[in-house]
């Protein structure tokens, strides 16, 4: 396809197990891997919660897709946006987040982070800055 | 202007599948083209034929298929989001040994890939939901 | 480059009024839909947030919660679902805040 790459931003806002919103919406972000676009994605709100290290539900019945977060830098996913306000409200910091990586074929495959803390003000200018916001 | 419409929620228990229609009906009046409405989440359940209102109530499966009959629209179900809520049709009942279908006129079950190419051939992707 | 917002929840059920209009840019509008339209009644407390934001509400849903248009905040502009549309026009991207 010959058209332009548009910059394309999925926000997650709402926390995992207690709806399908985060579950459903991870599949669509796999799934725009394929499309080669510029992708981002946004955790901010109680979506933080979905980066949660941890996360065990075997009690609950239901798949525990927190271990597909750590496969979006397979995906060429590398750039993953966390909002600061969200996680200090909740009382949280990186440190209770998964460590997401991506490897950088320009050098020598080297890991990087995938997530980038941003304040609210930082995330209103990565937003303003896209093309194409899908909102779950 | 050339519009994808994304509809998250079903009929009746949210505003937002009458919100999404208002909204596409406006859009089309005024010349725009629509270019895909794609049903996700529980929003699939807006493609199901077996819906009875009651009489005096709108009957929101019946008005998509007319607005899609009406204006030619592509009106896509998500098959994952569809497969787990019941929403089948010839294809799909085949695939999955499903008895029955149920899917109401005007509505195509495809991938998520239709949202996505949506969001890259549109000028604007409006969401609806919850 | 501008955006339009879209909030449809009552402020006083949850934070997407407040994390909408705390992130919106100059230049960007707020559109309050559905039961969003809670937010933009005067004498309500949330009303506050909506300072320094241009702000639409929809009529329909107004109307059809008793809410008539001498009970809003100062400066809010009433549309239809043609105005509706006419945002999504003027502004370069849709964010919906569910």
């Not at chain 1, 990186?94 to 890991?111: F, G, K, N, P, S």
């Not at chain 1, 995330?123 to 093309?131: E, F, S």
């Not at chain 3, 009644?41 to 009529?59: D, R």
Request: proline letters at 2%.
């Amino acid at each position: 396809m010959a058209e332009e790459t548009k910059k394309f931003m999925y926000i997650n806002r709402k926390a995992p197990y207690g709806t399908i919103y985060a579950w459903e919406a991870l599949e669509v972000v796999l799934i725009g891997a394929a499309f080669e676009q510029d992708v981002s994605v946004t955790f901010m709100d109680d979506g933080v919660y979905q980066l949660v290290k941890g996360q065990d539900t075997s009690g609950i019945g239901m798949k525990n897709f927190s271990p597909t977060y750590a496969a979006l830098g397979d995906f060429e996913i590398t750039k993953i946006y966390v909002e600061k306000e969200s996680l200090e409200e909740r009382g949280l910091t990186l440190d209770d987040l998964q460590h997401l990586v991506w490897e950088d074929e320009d050098e020598d495959w080297a890991e990087k982070d995938s997530i980038r803390l941003v304040n609210r003000a930082e995330l209103g200018d990565v937003l303003a800055d896209q093309d194409v916001l899908f909102n779950f | 202007m050339k519009l994808t419409i994304q509809v998250n929620e079903g009929p009746y228990q949210h505003q937002s599948a009458d919100s999404a229609y208002f909204f596409a009906k406006a859009a089309l009046e005024k010349g725009h083209e629509i270019y895909r409405i794609f049903f996700y989440h529980d929003g699939v359940n807006n493609g199901t034929r077996l819906t009875t209102p009651p009489q005096d109530d709108r009957n929101v499966v019946a008005r998509w298929s007319e607005l899609a009959q009406e204006h030619d629209i592509d009106m896509v179900l998500c098959v994952a989001a569809a497969q787990r809520r019941g929403i089948v049709d010839d294809g799909e009942a085949e695939r999955n040994g499903k008895d029955a279908t149920n899917m109401a006129p005007g509505f195509r079950i495809s991938g998520l890939g239709q949202l996505i190419e949506g969001g890259v051939q549109s000028d604007r992707l409006v969401v609806f939901g919850d | 480059m501008s955006m339009l917002h879209l909030v449809n929840k009552s402020p006083y059920e949850n934070g997407n009024l407040n994390t909408a209009s705390s992130i919106m840019k100059s230049g960007d509008v707020l559109l309050l839909i559905e039961d969003g339209v809670y937010g933009a009644v005067k004498s309500g407390k949330a009303s506050a947030m909506l300072e320094g934001c241009a702000v639409s509400v929809m009529g329909p849903d107004l109307a059809a919660r008793g809410i008539t248009e001498d009970k809003l905040a100062d400066g809010v502009n009433v549309v239809d679902y043609a105005g509706f549309v006419e945002l999504v026009e003027k502004n370069d991207k849709v964010q919906s805040w569910l």
